[in-house]
């Protein structure tokens, strides 16, 4: 390790180490598994933009689009998980909240018109 970490790089490279721990870190082809223990630093670190081989700008665009990829819930763990990397067709967040509670959002936030809006409408409005 090249230098210090940021809590978010520590965070990755936890995910990514767990990952091979219980056999779902992949190649970046993603056919194979790693069974190699370095080969899984050297992607955990690679991941994380904490390389000491790549410069600082590499470092950085690895580390935010392995963020966003971690968001997006598209990383080994959640993809053996089970969990869907898709949202709902409709465009919500999952299913997880429900209309009521949108439109008690859109209340304490003063939204006009929210009586009148859907669960899409309240959503947009809520999301500006």
């Not at 779902?24 to 991941?47: C, D, F, M, S």
């Not at 700008?57 to 971690?70: C, D, G, I, W």
């Not at 959640?78 to 465009?91: Q, W």
Request: net charge positive.
């Amino acid at each position: 390790m090249a230098k210090a970490q940021s809590p978010a790089q520590k965070k990755t490279v936890e995910r990514v180490m767990h990952e091979f721990k219980h056999g779902e870190l992949k190649t970046a082809a993603g056919k194979r598994k790693v069974k190699n223990p370095k080969q899984a630093i050297a992607i955990a670190l690679h991941e994380a933009g904490a390389s000491k081989y790549e410069d600082n700008k590499t470092n950085q665009r690895n580390l935010r689009r392995t963020k966003a990829k971690e968001q997006r819930g598209q990383t080994g763990k959640e993809a053996a998980e089970g969990r869907g990397t898709k949202k709902s067709a409709r465009g919500g967040n999952g299913g997880e909240t429900t209309r009521a509670a949108l439109y008690e959002e859109a209340k304490k936030r003063g939204i006009p018109g929210r009586s009148k809006m859907n669960k899409a409408e309240l959503e947009r409005a809520l999301h500006k």
